[in-house]
């Protein structure tokens, strides 16, 4: 059973101290592949670096709209040239989250970072990672008025069922995280919803430990705990859940 992360935060300082030693731990228990996604211009070419250093290991770059307002415009020429690194497989995350900012001006910034990003993304003929919180109706508005040529990936997907409908309608793949082994998650009618063409597993460690690791550092070992839940739910074998969002990541990513 091989088994692929789609988002994962290695570049993470909480990673500094071990970080190599759990890399080949998670290669020893069977995760194939993971992408390091990158969330400003440092940790972009962070995540490059170690996505170089390792042959199974890919990249991401782009600035998230959490870290938008310690970022500038400029630098989006730095993560465009990042881009076009061989190992860099997507423009992201990028998106909304409107979940810690109320300021309405501040808000307009974060959609004007995430359209500049989808057009770099386009440039470079990527697909985009997508981080969308409490910000379901612009995200969706500005992926239609925005067409993203590759499509993408809505990461860590919250369970909002509109928010996925019309994801999968825009062409998007939907990914799920330890979120949906919560007690309180209610996560079975959101992930019904995704075909399995569509669907993706991460762990967006070292954040969001599935049960019953919560509250623990996380990291793409506890990737297979993701696939273990949708299985259950799809009543389907938790090899073939694996199968699936292994090739539906190759497919996204185009590798």
């Keep these: 059973m091989e088994l692929f992360d789609t988002h994962s935060h290695y570049n993470d300082e909480k990673f500094d101290e071990d970080r190599e030693e759990i ?4 290669f020893d228990s069977g995760v194939a592949k993971f992408m ?4 400003n211009l440092e940790s972009s070419k962070k995540a490059i670096e170690i996505a170089q250093n390792h042959e199974n290991i ?13 970022s500038n415009l400029d630098e989006l020429k730095e993560i465009e ?3 076009k690194n061989p190992k860099v497989l997507a423009i992201g995350e990028i998106g909304l989250d409107y979940y810690w900012e109320k300021d309405e001006s501040k808000r307009e910034k974060q959609k004007e970072f995430f359209i500049k990003q989808i057009e ?10 997508i981080h969308t919180r409490d910000a379901y109706l612009d995200t969706i508005k500005i992926l239609k008025e925005n067409k993203v040529n590759n499509c993408g990936i809505f990461h860590c997907c919250p369970l909002n069922n509109e928010l996925i409908k019309d994801g999968l309608k825009l062409g998007f ?6 979120v949906i082994t919560y007690k309180n998650a209610k996560p079975e ?4 919803l995704v075909p399995d063409d569509r669907i993706l597993i991460e762990t967006d460690s070292p954040y969001l430990s599935p049960e019953p690791f919560r509250g623990k550092r996380n990291d793409s070992r506890r990737v297979v705990e993701v696939a273990r839940k949708i299985a259950e739910i799809k009543n389907e074998s938790l090899d ?11 497919k996204v990513y185009k590798i």
């Design 189 to 192: 009618e959101p992930i019904l």
């Design 36 to 39: 390091c996604i990158g969330y």
């Design 81 to 83: 040239e990042l881009a």
């Design 173 to 178: 793949y939907i990914s799920f995280s330890g």
């Design 23 to 26: 890399i080949k731990a998670t």
């Design 240 to 250: 073939e859940i694996a199968k699936i969002t292994f090739e539906n990541a190759k």
């Design 58 to 70: 890919y990249a991401t770059c782009g600035i998230s709209p959490n870290d938008i307002e310690d």
């Design 120 to 129: 770099i993304a386009n440039k470079l003929d990527l697909p985009i990672t």
